[in-house]
Each structure stands twice: as C-alpha cells, then as structure tokens.
C-alpha cells in the first residue's frame, strides 16, 4: 500500500536541506546588501 504520506516521508530530508541551503544562501546575500547599503549610507552622510 503506497500512501502519499510515506512518500512525503522520504521527500522530506532532502526538501529540508534544500531549505536550509536556501536559507542560508538568502541570509548570506541579504547581509552583504546591508552591508553594502550602510557603507554607502556612511558616505553620503560623511559628504554632507
């Protein structure tokens, strides 16, 4: 007997990881934005 749950079952760790791949790679990219956009922020104040 083929439930969709058990098919769920196996999918799971591996959608997990991709998530947790993605998450980080998006946390990554969103720090270097912010980064980027206070060094930014800092000189334009600086000029003034």
């Known amino acids: 007997m083929h439930s969709p749950l058990q098919q769920t079952k ?7 990881r991709m998530f947790t791949t993605t998450l980080y790679t998006h946390m ?4 270097q934005a912010l980064k980027s956009f ?3 922020a800092n000189i334009k104040m600086n000029t003034c």
């Open 10 to 16: 196996i999918k799971m760790p591996d959608f997990k």
């Open 28 to 31: 990554h990219t969103w720090t």
């Open 38 to 40: 206070i060094y930014s």
